[in-house]
């Protein structure tokens, strides 16, 4: 789960559009120049929020390349050695062969003149015995060239310091390379070497910010031999195609190597510093393995100045860097919110997402950038701020590449001339990274987005709760398709709301996480008049973001609970969805009792409670004798009520209360349907607290897990399941002596469970098949454990009533056996009674096992 956080800095290649190196200046014959002083570069006038360096300013630094292009950093140490990082070299456990790589020194920008540029080939690679893994230390390794380098006013060895080299920390030192200049945004050309300031981080202080958990509670024990650079505040570091380069620190004059670039969780991000294999505890390795070069790498004595300063502390003040970013006074005033001016169109709701950079729906501007070219007119165009007295000027208007055909790239990033004050009273709002994951049960608010009008009702109007992905995509997703695990790019965020209120504007969605408020996902289109359930997910767009910004503000993810309940961690599929879409969806994790969405409350007029079944968005499935008195013509005071756990709340829902306005039955001649369907007074949106049952026409699934559903007591009214087997046709007419009602069906009770459930409230009775939906087999006859009304012989009034009844596909066996059929065997009379006469049939007949 969190490989793609824990980085070793060395994943992006760039292959330079030069080719490879020739060194056209020196043979390997020739002799190299006696000055080997080392750490002073000639006199001279992007790595993470670093900058271009001047050619020469650093000329330790060579590029490691493999297949062509730039893999890693490193620092030459002697004519004939580099130092880099072991982890650019050793993979699976291998040594990858020394002949594949070869050593640019010299080199400024990879894709200019190679002006005192040249190349080494590589003759042998030395790594650590102990070395395994970069998060288990000892990340370094040695390269001998096969011939020693030509040195020069570009080309001159770094000082390596001594064991007893003592690097206070808080000390400004200096990483270079030619890595991403952001995470998965690779250093754009000319490829010019990359330079950022860092400083050094004690031990203790470093573990500190380590140890509080990131992204999926992520930490890291810090080890003997590694060194942090950085800032709590992050947004300088290195970065993938930095590892293996140096960090060095000036002392007297000279430059010493203090780190080697090994990894980080991402790049730059807050309380994130880089971690750096620590060079001075290396010094008797790197002696034995260099023992007989000519000249080897210079170890020169500290300056006295530096041994004298402050020795490491015993402990540290640990500062934990809070968020920049969303901060609000209060849910409902967004400092983000802005407004776009476009002469002649609607304003366009949006959100500051940097001190520059404002993101908004693409769609608000199709009249502009129709043609894909910018539009003419940014001149006229403004953004309004809040707390802003003036309206800001547009300089560039950059459209999401997919955004003209895909409603979840929907986006546009526009520029302001001027960057904003960010301490006055506007501020970003926090973006999520590529891998965040939004907790269910997290609070999150509705912002305005795009040109839809606003919506009326005061602010607390537009609370949600987050539901959990397997109910989100399950709802909402593809039929068929793997639920995304926690981590990977969800398909689609979905609010549950405390109200259900109609209105027809349009929607962003905020996610907040201790306090700091998330830009979690985005909508831009109506959704018929009810709020949105499913929002196109930010956190995919972040690269796209970051990578045009270059400087809005994506945070880690702040909270990470999984809860009581937990969350499902292998893959699952959902089951499918009928031509009305989802039914009888219920997570395979549920505890037994807890989650039944499809579970009514039915309280009628004089105190009774009946169970009942919701079988479509606006209709109740219950037994006809709990709802309606015998004789009565009357449609009595009805009222239902879903999402409940007797006194509780639906865990990730909420209560539905509706009115039954009308009470249909079947006509059947004579006798008195054991049926009935409430008709509510309003339609009841999907959601885990309310979601309609499957129906299944006739027969028995096969392979299906039955379960008799209701109240252990009826005051209390907590969900219990008893679990049952459905006995075949000729059984049960056996056992009723051929005295079974008609359209009825009976079941037997595992051992110990036929108590669980009271009958008075006429429970339903559930099946469900391995990776299917539940289904609704039938309502308990009045008064009786064992009969249960079918549901397949009321198909054709269910839906002629009920347009939207999910009924699946018919499958299994058949209830009742052939007219006329010899049903049971003789001497069954005598045997009906006894139980233990039943269960020797039982062992005898096929059953449907629970």
Same mark, same amino acid.
């Not at 390794?141 to 003592?166: I, K």
């Not at 709990?626 to 007797?646: A, D």
């Not at 949106?685 to 379960?707: K, M, R």
């Given at each position: ?324 970013? +969303?901060?609000? @006074?209060?849910? !409902? /005033?967004?400092?983000? &919110?802005?407004? $776009? %001016?476009? #002469? +002649?169109?609607? @304003?366009?709701? !949006? /959100?500051?997402?940097? &001190?520059?950079? $404002? %993101?908004? #729906? ?489």
């Amino acid at each position: 789960m969190s490989q793609y956080l824990f980085l070793p800095l060395v994943i992006l290649a760039i292959n330079p559009t030069s080719g490879t190196f020739q060194d056209s200046a020196l043979s390997p014959t020739q002799e190299e120049p006696e000055d080997m002083e080392c750490g002073r570069p000639e006199p001279s006038a992007r790595i993470v929020g670093g900058s271009d360096t001047q050619p020469g300013a650093w000329p330790w630094q060579v590029s490691l390349h493999q297949g062509g292009g730039h893999i890693c950093g490193g620092s030459l140490i002697a004519p004939s050695w580099v130092l880099s990082a072991a982890h650019c070299f050793v993979r699976n456990g291998t040594m990858e062969p020394a002949a594949e790589w070869s050593v640019v020194l010299g080199v400024h920008s990879q894709d200019g003149p190679l002006d005192g540029a040249h190349v080494r080939t590589v003759a042998a690679i030395l790594v650590p015995d102990n070395y395994s893994k970069v998060e288990l230390g000892a990340d370094l390794a040695l390269l001998r060239l096969a011939s020693p380098a030509r040195l020069g006013p570009t080309v001159r060895p770094v000082c390596l310091p001594r064991a007893s080299h003592h690097f206070t920390h808080g000390t400004a030192c200096w990483a270079t390379g030619w890595g991403d200049i952001q995470e998965a945004d690779p250093l754009p050309l000319p490829w010019v070497l990359q330079e950022v300031e860092l400083r050094l981080l004690g031990k203790a202080a470093c573990q500190c910010l380590y140890s509080r958990p990131g992204p999926f509670n992520l930490t890291l024990q810090l080890l003997p031999g590694m060194l942090c650079a950085g800032y709590p505040e992050g947004r300088r570091d290195t970065c993938q195609g930095d590892s293996g380069g140096p960090l060095v620190c000036e002392e007297g004059g000279r430059w010493f190597q203090a780190g080697i670039t090994s990894f980080g969780f991402g790049c730059g991000r807050r309380n994130r510093p880089g971690v750096f294999t620590a060079v001075a505890p290396y010094e008797a390795w790197i002696r034995e393995q260099v023992i007989d070069s000519e000249p080897g790498p210079a170890f020169p004595t500290q300056p006295q100045e530096s041994q004298s300063g402050p020795q490491e502390p015993g402990e540290e003040n640990c500062t934990i860097a809070l968020p920049e970013c +969303g901060k609000a @006074p209060r849910p !409902g /005033a967004w400092p983000w &919110e802005v407004q $776009v %001016l476009v #002469p +002649g169109s609607r @304003p366009c709701h !949006g /959100a500051l997402v940097s &001190e520059s950079w $404002v %993101l908004a #729906p693409a769609s608000c501007f199709l009249d502009q950038i129709s043609s894909h070219s910018p539009p003419s007119d940014l001149e006229a165009w403004r953004v309004l701020l809040p707390s802003r007295p003036r309206a800001e000027r547009v300089a560039r208007l950059v459209q999401h590449e997919n955004a003209s055909w895909d409603d979840a790239s929907d986006l546009a990033l526009l520029q302001l001339r001027a960057p904003v004050n960010l301490s006055a009273a506007p501020r970003p709002v926090c973006l999520p990274h590529l891998e965040h994951y939004f907790l269910p049960g997290s609070r999150c608010r509705l912002a305005r987005w795009g040109n839809g009008e606003p919506a009326p009702g005061p602010s607390a109007l537009l609370e949600a709760e987050l539901l959990g992905g397997w109910w989100c995509h399950c709802l909402y997703g593809r039929q068929g398709t793997p639920v995304p695990l926690p981590g990977d790019p969800p398909d689609a965020l979905c609010p549950a709301y405390q109200e259900e209120e109609e209105n027809d504007s349009r929607w962003s969605l905020l996610c907040r996480e201790e306090g700091t408020w998330f830009l979690a996902g985005i909508k831009d289109f109506s959704s018929d008049c009810l709020r949105p359930r499913a929002f196109f997910p930010l956190q995919t767009h972040g690269p796209w973001i970051s990578h045009v910004t270059r400087g809005a503000y994506l945070e880690d993810q702040l909270a990470w609970d999984w809860g009581l309940e937990g969350e499902e961690t292998e893959t699952q599929i959902c089951p499918p969805h009928t031509e009305h879409g989802a039914c009888g969806l219920r997570p395979e994790a549920a505890s037994v009792g807890v989650l039944w969405p499809w579970l009514a409350e039915v309280h009628v007029a004089g105190g009774r409670v009946c169970t009942g079944i919701l079988v479509a968005p606006g209709w109740v499935l219950a037994a006809t004798h709990c709802v309606l008195r015998l004789g009565s013509t009357t449609v009595p005071y009805i009222e239902v009520y879903l999402g409940r756990t007797g006194a509780s709340p639906l865990p990730q829902g909420h209560q539905v209360s509706r009115l039954v306005i009308s009470i249909r039955l079947p006509r059947h001649l004579g006798l008195r349907p054991p049926l009935a369907l409430l008709e509510l007074s309003s339609r009841v949106e999907p959601s885990p607290s309310a979601l309609p049952i499957c129906l299944h026409p006739w027969g028995i699934p096969p392979g299906a897990s039955c379960w008799v559903l209701g109240w252990k007591d009826p005051q209390d009214r907590v969900p219990v399941a008893a679990a049952v087997s459905i006995l075949t046709s000729r059984l049960c007419h056996c056992l009723y002596q051929g005295i079974l009602p008609a359209g009825t069906f009976c079941v037997l009770y595992a051992e110990g469970q036929e108590d669980r459930c009271e009958v008075t409230s006429a429970p339903p009775l559930l099946c469900q098949t391995e990776g299917g939906p539940w289904v609704l087999m039938g309502m308990a006859v009045r008064g009786s454990r064992e009969l249960f009304a079918a549901i397949g012989p009321e198909e054709a009034w269910i839906s002629q009533t009920v347009e939207e009844a999910h009924f699946l596909a018919p499958s299994g066996t058949p209830y009742w056996p052939p007219e006329g059929s010899n049903l049971c065997p003789p001497d069954l009379a005598r045997a009906s009674g006894s139980p233990q006469a039943a269960l020797f049939l039982l062992l005898l007949t096929p059953l449907i096992q629970s």
